[in-house]
C-alpha cells in the first residue's frame, strides 16, 4: 500500500507535469511553425452547396493542437448604426440569425463567448480580424482612429460595454486585413489598442494581413510605424504561391529584409498566407505537401519566417483537414529567438 507521504508526492508531482504541459501547448510566438487559420466567413459555403462541409461551430477547431492562432472575420464596418460596427460571421453568426443591439446592427454573438474559451484554454489566441475583401472603411483623422480604439477594446478586448458581442470572453488582440478605404489613422488605432493593454493581466496581439505586393497600399505606412507580432503576408490572387520557383516574382526575401531593417519590432513573424482548398481564391492553391516543402525552406533562409496562414476553417476541413496536412508537412519549428515585443494587459 501506497503511504500518505508517497501519494502526496505522487499528486504533486501530477500537477506539475499537467501544469508543464498546458504551458507546452501555450500560444508561442516565437516559434517557426504557427498555424493561423481564420474563422467566420464560410468561405466553402459560398462555392459550395454541401452543406456538410460549411463553416462549424468555433469549438470544433480547436479540439486538437493543429491550428495555433484564430482570427475571427470579419468586423466589416468601423461605424454603422447607432455609432457601432458591423460583424458578419458567416451562418456562425449574424443579425438575421441571431439580432442585434437595440439601436445598432451588431449581432448578439454571446453563445460564442465559451467557445472562444475553450480555444484560449487550448493555447490557441482567437482575435478580432478588421476589414476584409469586402470592407471599405477608414478614418478622416487619427482622433477617429483612437476613439474607434476604445470602441473595440471596450467591445472585443480588456475594456467594459453592455454591449459586448462575445459576452464575456476577451479576445486577445486584432488583426487588421485592410483592403480597401483610406489608410489613415490606422498607426493611431495600433498605438492606443497598444496604450490600452498596458498594465493588464494578459497579451494583446497586433496582427496584419497586407497583400504580398510590397509595400501594401493600405498598410505600409502603418506597418513601418508601429509594431506588429505578425504579419501573414496574401501569397494568393495578385502573387500566387505559383512563382515560388520564379525568383523575380517571388518576394518573402522583401518582407524579411523590412522584418529586420524598418518594422519597428524586429521580432516581428512573417507568415506565408496560402488558400486551404482551390475554390479559397482565384489563384495560388498548392498541396499541402508543396506548401510544406515551402515553408520548411522558407524557414531555412530566412530567420523571420513564423508559420503558414490559412484561409479558410471551412475550406481547410472541407479538403481533408488542409489544415493537419500543411502542419505536418511544415515539420517543427522551435523558437530561433526570444520575441520581444508583446504587449501586456
Known amino acids: 500500500m501506497i503511504s500518505a507521504g508517497r501519494f502526496a508526492a505522487l499528486f504533486t508531482g501530477c500537477l506539475v507535469l499537467a501544469a508543464e504541459v498546458r504551458k507546452a501547448v501555450a500560444y508561442d510566438a516565437s516559434r517557426s511553425d504557427n498555424l493561423a487559420v481564420y474563422y467566420g ?17 468555433l469549438k470544433t477547431y480547436c479540439q486538437d493542437d493543429t491550428i495555433n ?13 447607432g455609432g457601432l460596427p458591423e ?29 472562444i474559451k475553450f480555444c484560449q484554454e487550448k493555447g490557441k489566441i ?23 480604439a476604445d470602441t473595440i477594446w471596450n467591445l472585443f478586448l480588456g475594456g467594459q460595454s453592455d454591449k459586448r458581442p462575445f459576452g464575456n470572453a476577451v479576445l486577445d488582440g486584432v488583426d487588421l486585413d485592410i483592403e480597401g478605404g483610406s489608410g489613415t489613422g490606422y498607426a493611431a488605432f495600433v498605438k492606443k489598442i497598444q496604450s490600452n493593454a498596458n498594465g493588464a ?8 494581413a ?19 507580432d505578425a504579419v501573414y503576408v496574401q501569397y494568393n490572387n495578385f502573387c500566387g504561391l505559383g512563382n515560388y520557383n520564379n525568383p523575380n516574382a517571388w518576394n518573402f526575401g522583401v518582407w524579411d529584409n523590412w522584418a529586420k531593417t524598418k518594422s519597428p519590432n524586429k521580432n516581428v513573424k512573417i507568415f506565408i498566407g496560402a488558400p486551404a482548398s482551390p475554390s479559397a481564391a482565384g489563384s495560388g492553391y ?39 496536412a500543411v502542419k505536418q508537412a511544415m515539420g517543427s519549428g522551435n523558437a530561433r529567438r526570444k520575441h520581444s515585443r508583446h504587449f501586456s494587459v
Open 210 to 228: 497586407p497583400q504580398c505586393p510590397f509595400p501594401d497600399a493600405y498598410l505600409g505606412e502603418t506597418l513601418n510605424s508601429v509594431p506588429f
Open 87 to 115: 460583424l458578419t460571421l458567416g451562418n456562425t453568426c449574424s443579425v438575421e440569425s441571431n439580432g442585434a443591439f437595440p439601436g445598432s446592427n451588431l449581432p448578439k454573438c454571446q453563445f460564442m463567448q465559451d467557445d
Open 69 to 81: 492562432a484564430i482570427p475571427l472575420a470579419f468586423l466589416n464596418q468601423f461605424s454603422g448604426a
Open 126 to 148: 482567437v482575435t478580432l480580424s478588421l476589414g476584409g475583401a469586402s470592407g471599405n472603411n477608414g478614418f478622416s483623422s487619427d482622433a477617429q482612429a483612437e476613439q474607434f
Open 41 to 57: 466567413q464560410n468561405s466553402y459555403g459560398a462555392t459550395n452547396g454541401d452543406k456538410n462541409g460549411w463553416q462549424k461551430d
Open 201 to 208: 493581466n494578459k497579451k494583446y496581439y497586433i496582427t496584419g
Open 286 to 324: 498548392v498541396d499541402p505537401g508543396t506548401l510544406g516543402k515551402i515553408a520548411q525552406e522558407t524557414r531555412s533562409k530566412y530567420s523571420s519566417f513564423g508559420g503558414v496562414m490559412l484561409w479558410d476553417a471551412s475550406q481547410a476541413y472541407a479538403n481533408n483537414r488542409f489544415d493537419l
